[in-house]
């Protein structure tokens, strides 16, 4: 196990991140965050506190929210059903707004795919931009990242861990050589 | 071959006896017997082994004629020898109902035909089993298979005035009423027990008391007439106490109980396989500890199966549409051992008496039922207490599957069954297929 | 977990994970776009051997909503009413590869023995059995009960509910006994002694014929269809006395406290058991109910069909 990311750098990465989003899409007031939950979630309540820090606007006129993606996942029938997570769609909505989808973990593509299909039935987007604070390549479907805290080039054998302190008590992504018992 | 000598067993009363039977009757017992034939006999070891007296039961329904696609006479007559039976008795709710002379000779004589077991028919009640007017019971009587046992069995003689008639006239002839004490009223689409788990299961409840109103009707009825009453499987623990009162004051009544009452709970529903729905039905384990109980003292009189086949396509459903009734002659004695013997509650000589005497007294079949002794018919039953067997639906004799057992590893495995001094039962396996078989 | 036969197979977990993923699905049903892939290729049969359009259209909707494939089999005009048994309407209904089948059936235990017989492999789903248990019905109670009284998430610790009228013959009793009580809410039955069942006293519940006197103490009512057939079997002397002691009426209303909610699982007798005036009042959540029914249907397919099916274990990995 080795830790890729200590807290300073996750920190960073974000407010990075931030400035990108704010640069790329001319502000604040087009946008809406959704993260997908659960770090996901965290991930996009924490851009937009920086977010609106940099604006320098009350943290209420930032569109934030979440998308559970599980009814639209592909692997369904080949695992347990999950419980589903809360969607939570601000106010403005999605229509005509510049979604940001926030994930922690970019890996296959294939959660990304399924939040596009979800993102679908709930409305017509003006743009739909990704926003990871690690990407681990091995992409499986055709899908990219417009905001990218980290490139982390691992082997798929490993698996790649983010910590967040809302969660797991301490910011941190680790790599972890998967061992087969 | 019609001599054979059981060498190595013990009777009912425990005492270690070898057992010569010779032309149909029983002409030899005890150790070193000296009789001539004893020499001559064919020697079968059945060491270890109980003999005890042909098994008499005097509630069957043999379903012939009428439903034949779940039992014949035959059929049944096959099943009642593997289960160590010498006699049975055919209800009457077939189809024709037994009500007339002509049907009840009819039943007698396929019964003689098979040839495996006495068949003794039962009368009905009333016309059709219908409760209203009383069927020809004086020419049941008369006729050559001389009914003495009466009963509308399915169906609850229910009108006080049709009892206390019934139970008149067939003291003519030493009749005696078979009562299915079941207050119709109370138990209209009745499916189980009522009480905590048909409540549960949302099947409709069956009252006991629907069953001891009648029961104490009765036998203040029979009372008061001065004839005999016979009550068909009792199932509650009040119906118990009713009959030993009654008893206690001497009243003419007698009793049984089915194997599956004395081993089977309420609990079984739980399933919702119908293999458990029958009339009456599985009561609480309080009922079944008051059954036993009152079958070792005496209370009840008699151990009878209500052995009653159904096709699958009956059994095959949901429980409110599926028939009531169990098979029960292959599985009996095992039952009764379990529950009775196994458990200290009574002896093999008790079991004796209220499997083979009492039920042969109650219906007067008076070549049945002698026991043990020297000169009797040789009606024997050879059991092995000691080993035990699984019960399995498709090896059963009887045309039809309906057992509550299968599956279950019962004590006591028949080994021998002598009917009229020829083995219908030899090594547990039936090996005299019947005269029209 | 792969049938939902009683609320009895249910722990506090299942319970609860149902009624979440029920509150998730409920805000898609909001959503301009209804549909959802997630049974996308899966086939599923109502199968109704009782006439209940309310429960089938629910279930139909539910299940279109997840994008299965759903077929309606009702006994009415098919080869059941020719007396086809349950048996081999269930082997018709294999050989088609249904996924689920959906059943509704007047013989208590139709939907537990149908799950036990092996005539069919997909998942079973009790949709009311005679009067043994109507499952989904009592989620979707607690559920309205929940998102009105309760938090969001959690149980219905401290809250008192009345179940008012013919328990005797009630499935939605029955189930709703089973899941009030597991999620920890108090449930007193109020009934005549003659439309209760035996041995209620060991129920996990009070039990009172006094209705006035509990009406005061309870954050819901729960109204049941009383038939008039009962009379004939003498289970009370007239509706009008039956009204007269058990019908939620104008008077009735006033004894609840104000924050109080009245339900009933439908189709009413309105004038027997509850007034119209009940039944439209602003405490009434009887309209709601059935919206509710949809998503907490829609949870429970999610939850038996969705996914490879694991024979241990709750319902969620």
């Known amino acids: 196990m080795s830790v890729a990311l200590p807290a300073a750098d996750i920190s960073r990465a974000l407010t990075r991140i931030a ?52 009814m639209h996942r592909d692997d369904l029938r080949l695992r347990a059903p999950r419980a589903l997570m809360p969607t939570m769609i601000p106010p403005v909505g999605i229509e005509s707004r510049h979604v940001i989808l926030v994930d922690d973990v970019f890996f296959s593509g294939r959660t990304i795919r399924a939040a596009l299909d979800a993102l679908g039935e709930m409305g017509r987007p003006k743009s739909v931009q990704l926003a990871v604070l690690v990407d681990r390549g091995h992409r499986e479907l055709p899908i990219r990242a417009d905001f990218v805290g980290k490139n982390l080039p691992t082997a798929h054998s490993q698996s790649v861990k983010v910590h967040l302190t809302e969660i797991d008590g301490v910011d941190e992504v680790i790599i972890e050589d998967e061992v087969s018992a | ?182 207050e119709p009223t109370l138990t209209h689409g009745a499916q189980m027990n009522e009480g905590t788990i048909s409540s549960i299961l949302g099947l409709k409840g069956w009252p006991a008391v629907a069953e001891e109103a009648i029961i104490a009707r009765d036998v203040l009825l029979v009372d008061h007439v001065k004839s005999r009453l016979h009550i068909c499987h009792v199932t509650t623990a009040g119906g118990v106490e009713i009959i030993r009162w009654a008893k206690a004051r001497g009243i003419e009544v007698t009793a049984e109980v ?87 509650l009574m002896t093999w000589e008790t079991l004796a008496e209220r499997m083979s005497t009492a039920p042969a007294k109650i219906g007067r079949y008076s070549a049945q039922g002698q026991g043990i002794t020297l000169g009797s018919p040789a009606h024997v039953t050879v059991i092995n207490p000691s080993q035990s067997w699984r019960v399995d639906r498709d090896l059963v004799s009887s045309r039809s599957r309906n057992t509550p057992f299968h599956g279950m590893e019962l004590p006591g495995k028949i080994v021998a069954t002598f009917f009229n001094g020829i083995p219908t039962v030899l090594d547990s396996r039936l090996v005299k297929a019947g005269n029209n078989g | 977990m792969r049938h939902l036969l009683s609320i009895a197979d249910l722990n ?76 081999d309407t269930a082997q018709t209904l294999q050989a088609m590869g249904a996924d689920a089948v959906i059943i509704r059936h007047s013989a208590s235990g139709a939907a537990q023995w149908l799950a036990d017989s092996h005539w069919i492999g997909g998942s079973v789903i009790n949709a009311g ?88 103490h309870v954050d819901a009512v729960m109204m049941l269809r009383v038939q008039q057939e009962r009379m004939q079997d003498l289970f009370f002397p007239t509706a009008r006395e039956y009204s007269h002691f058990f019908g939620l009426n104008r008077d009735r209303l006033s004894l609840m406290k104000k924050s109080s909610i009245i339900m009933h699982p439908g189709p009413m007798n309105r004038g027997l058991e509850i007034t119209a005036e009940c039944a439209d009042s602003a405490r009434s959540v009887i309209v709601e109910q059935v919206a509710n029914g949809v998503s907490v249907r829609m949870a429970v397919l999610y939850l038996l069909l969705a996914g490879a099916q694991q024979e241990q274990g709750g319902l969620l990995a």
């Open chain 3, 129 to 216: 059995d005679g009067t043994h248990e109507h499952p989904t019905q009592a989620l979707l109670d607690a559920f309205t009960i929940r998102k009105h009284l309760g938090s969001t998430s959690g149980d219905l610790k401290g809250l008192h509910i009345a179940i008012v009228g013919d328990i005797l013959h009630s499935r939605v009793a029955r189930s709703n006994v089973l899941l009030l009580s597991l999620l920890g809410a108090e449930v007193t039955l109020v009934a005549p002694p003659t439309l209760l069942p035996m041995g209620v006293q060991t129920w996990p519940v009070k039990v009172s014929y006094d209705f006035d006197s509990v009406l005061p």
């Open chain 2, 258 to 344: 089915t194997p599956h009452h004395l081993l089977l709970t309420d609990e079984m529903a739980k399933t919702y396989n119908p293999i458990f729905k029958v009339n009456p039905p599985l009561r609480t384990e309080a009922d079944v500890m008051a059954l036993r109980e009152g079958l070792a003292d005496g209370t009840i009189d008699i151990v009878a199966t209500d052995h009653a086949p159904h096709p699958a396509e009956d059994k095959e459903c949901e429980w409110q549409n599926a028939a009531f009734g169990m098979i029960g002659l292959e599985t009996a004695l095992s039952i009764v051992q379990k529950t009775m013997i196994d458990t200290a």
């Open chain 2, 1 to 182: 071959m019609t001599k054979y000598l059981l060498t190595g067993a013990r009777l009912a009363n425990n005492q270690q006896a070898d057992v010569l039977i010779s032309d149909g009757v029983i002409v030899g017992i005890g150790e070193n017997i000296s009789h001539p034939d004893a020499t001559r006999a064919s020697k079968i070891d059945v060491a270890g082994c109980k003999i005890l007296p042909g098994l008499v039961d005097l509630h069957t329904h043999l379903r012939e004629p009428g439903r034949e696609d779940s039992e014949t006479v035959h059929s049944a007559s096959r099943a009642a020898a593997k289960g160590g039976f010498t006699a049975v008795s055919a209800m009457a709710n077939t189809f024709p109902v037994a009500d007339t002379a002509g049907v009840v000779e009819q039943v007698y004589r396929l019964g003689q035909s098979a040839g495996l077991v006495d068949v003794f028919p039962i009368g009905a009640v009333t016309q059709g089993i219908a409760g209203k007017a009383l069927a020809e019971l004086g020419a049941m009587a008369q006729s050559a298979a001389r009914v003495r046992v009466f009963s509308d069995d399915g169906n609850c003689v229910f009108d006080p005035m049709v009892m206390r008639r019934a139970l008149e006239y067939v003291k003519q002839f030493d009749g005696v009423i078979a009562q299915h004490a079941q």
């Open chain 3, 12 to 87: 506090r977990a299942d319970a609860l994970s149902i009624l979440d993923t029920a509150v998730e699905l409920a805000r898609i049903s909001d959503a301009p776009v209804k549909k959802l892939p997630t049974l996308r290729g899966k086939t599923i049969v109502n199968l109704f051997f009782e006439d209940s359009t309310r429960t089938r259209i629910s279930f139909e909707a539910a299940a279109k909503r997840l994008s299965a494939d759903v077929i309606n089999f009702s006994a009415k005009g098919s080869s059941v009413s020719k007396g086809e048994s349950l048996k």
């Open chain 1, 19 to 70: 400035h990108e989003i704010l640069e790329r899409n001319e502000g604040a007031t087009q946008i809406t965050l959704l993260g997908i939950p659960t770090r996901g979630a965290h991930l996009a309540k924490r851009l937009a506190q920086i977010i609106a820090t940099i604006e320098k606007v009350p943290l209420s006129e930032i569109a934030v929210g979440t998308l559970d993606i599980t």
